[in-house]
């Protein structure tokens, strides 16, 4: 559970929340069913008129990544790989045949068997890269969804304000309930631009992030794989793919390492 998405998505519903309370409001007046559905129905439907359906759906499912995500910055991968180019060094690049089935992660695992056919470093990297351009032009298209939906949910909004008004003024003979029909109209507002700044544009920042990352981890795998097959000392890799964690190696100012290590 990421604790900063669900707190911050908690606290600003209930920062709100409060603000309406301390106006001597009550929930009631902002819990309007009509509004929410025009707002996240009107969202929904120009969504989809921007989008294939086939990545609309990718982004419902990658949804649950805003609040859902495993904390892992690399560390595992980096072990990983160091532990290959030992043996790698050891035993020849042939012996991680009997690794790949160890391997998490789809992106290493395909370029170390790669490497264990004997691609030629030049070219493996080429035929990765060309995948890794293509993950993440696709993974880029599921934060634009968010964003989409948070430029059109507060225009639906004013929509649903103007249809409640119009509704309003077809009784302005009953002038004691206008002013409340006022108030109800422009809850459609309150949800439009409350959807797009305290969720989906948030949420697609918190994608575009996680996105990130994940095109950072390839790109450590890529680096390390080729640095195998280029017969570089394991410590060195360690070094070198530790830049791509932003973190220093784990021996760093412990002295070298001992053999097998």
Not at 67 to 91: C, P, T, W, Y
Not at 100 to 125: C, H, I, N, Y
Not at 207 to 225: C, K, N, S, T, Y
């Amino acid at each position: 559970m990421d604790a900063g998405s669900l707190g911050g998505l908690l606290l600003a519903i209930a920062g709100i929340l409060a603000g309406l309370l301390l106006e001597g409001g009550h929930v009631g007046q902002v819990a309007q069913p009509t509004a929410a559905i025009i707002v996240f129905g009107g969202t929904l439907g120009a969504v989809m008129l921007q989008f294939p359906l086939p990545t609309v759906l990718a982004a419902a499912q990658r949804l649950v990544r805003v609040f859902l995500h495993r904390s892992d910055n690399g560390e595992a991968m980096l072990r990983q790989i160091v532990a290959f180019a030992n043996k790698a060094r050891r035993n020849g690049i042939v012996s991680l045949d009997q690794e790949l089935s160890q391997v998490a992660d789809p992106f290493l695992r395909q370029s170390l068997m790669l490497a264990v056919d004997g691609t030629e470093p030049t070219e493996l990297r080429r035929i990765m890269e060309v995948q890794i351009e293509n993950v993440t032009e696709n993974e880029a298209r599921i934060p634009a969804v968010f964003e989409s939906a948070g430029g059109f949910s507060p225009t639906i909004g004013i929509i649903g304000a103007v249809i409640g008004l119009i509704q309003v003024m077809q009784h302005l003979d009953h002038m004691d309930q206008v002013g409340r029909g006022i108030a109800v109209a422009f809850v459609a507002t309150i949800y439009g631009v409350g959807s797009a700044n305290v969720f989906f544009l948030p949420a697609a920042g918190k994608l575009r992030q996680r996105a990130r990352d994940d095109q950072r981890r390839r790109e450590m795998a890529l680096e390390g794989v080729i640095s195998i097959i280029e017969g570089m000392n394991p410590r060195m890799i360690e070094i070198k793919l530790a830049g791509f964690r932003g973190a220093a190696p784990r021996h760093a100012g412990k002295g070298r390492p001992e053999p097998g290590q």
